[in-house]
């Protein structure tokens, strides 16, 4: 019989609190109904970063608000889901908290199944919310947290071929903006600067490209930018606004260059194991991520793909960055295949996609990069 499910979905492990509702009738193609976001940026931007309990507080806050929204605009109550899911992990584990405790309360208080979604695959499975793309497909995630190159084979079967050794590449565009003194986020600022630059005049690493590996680097990025303005500082007295727009275009430059040869590389892993498990599917990579809404590195991507033959899938922005759509939509996923979590379900600081692969040490700005 053909199953029509309808589930709640709440995200809380960043510095957005969400909630949305989102329907799938078996083999057609999901429908958001409701999707609320509520953002904290004004909340930690006196502090250059996310303040975890500031972040927990604004979320323990706004969750139920975000509930009652999303249930409202979809024009549904408890009784017509069939499931709530919420992010489980990885992230900030006081925001993760209160997210889980909230969607225990309304199973408890509803009878609703629980499900509880790793933050990540939410991402991941994003590519099939939207476009409802075939597994398996190569996921780049790129933004101011994630940066990891994944191959996709089931809603919790993921295969992570290497990712950021430090900053991920959004960090390095913020960073980048506050050494120049451009606004925030860094990535459009940055992005706006370099439209007028010479992305030649200064020549910028490209991290790791001598080793075989999908790992990618960027911290070196911003201590190159770093040395290069202080120079210029030191020689010139000061920069001037071409200065500023050489070096934002170099800089984007780089992340471009660096990441399209690791995509070139992951394509290729990705193409070979595609050949043997699943050779009638068409062959996809999708993007996810703000960073993934750099023109730059769209179009250098886009022409990789085309070079390569092979689909680019890239969700719309609202998709891209934190949103509850995509955990409600990873939830029914789950859901299909019968997972079903506790009142015993935990809250994850640190949750690997891939538990067959290490995860990275450190933390990045916005929580764990899992
Ligand atoms: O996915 P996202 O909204 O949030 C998380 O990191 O969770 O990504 C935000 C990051 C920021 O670092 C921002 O500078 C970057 O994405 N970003 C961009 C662009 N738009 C946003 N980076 C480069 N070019 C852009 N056009
Ligand atoms: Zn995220």
Redesign the pocket.
Known sequence: MVQTLTILGLESS??DTAAAVVRQTEGQQAEILSSIVFGQTELHSAYGGVVPEIAARAHAEKLDISVREAMQAAGLTFSDLDAVAVTAGPGLIGGVMSGVMCAKGIAAASGLPLVGVNHLAGHALTPRLTDGIAFPYLMLL?????CQFLIARGPEDFTRLGGTIDD????A??KA?RLLGLP?????S??KEAETGDPKRFRFPRPLLDRADCNLSFSGLKTALMRLRDQIVAEKGGLTRQDRADMCAGF?QAIADVLTAKTRRALALYLEEKAQISPETPPALAV????A???Q?RTDLMDLCTEQQVAFVAPPLAL???NAAMIAYAGLERFRTGARDGMDLAARPRWPLDQSSPSMLGSGR?GAKA
Not at 142 to 146: M, N, R, T, Y
């Open positions: 960043c510095d790129v933004s101011g947290g994630h991920a590449p959004g960090e565009f913020d903006a925030q986020p860094g990535g459009p940055v992005q984007q996810a991520g703000g960073v809404a750099n023109t590195i891209c960055t934190d916005k």
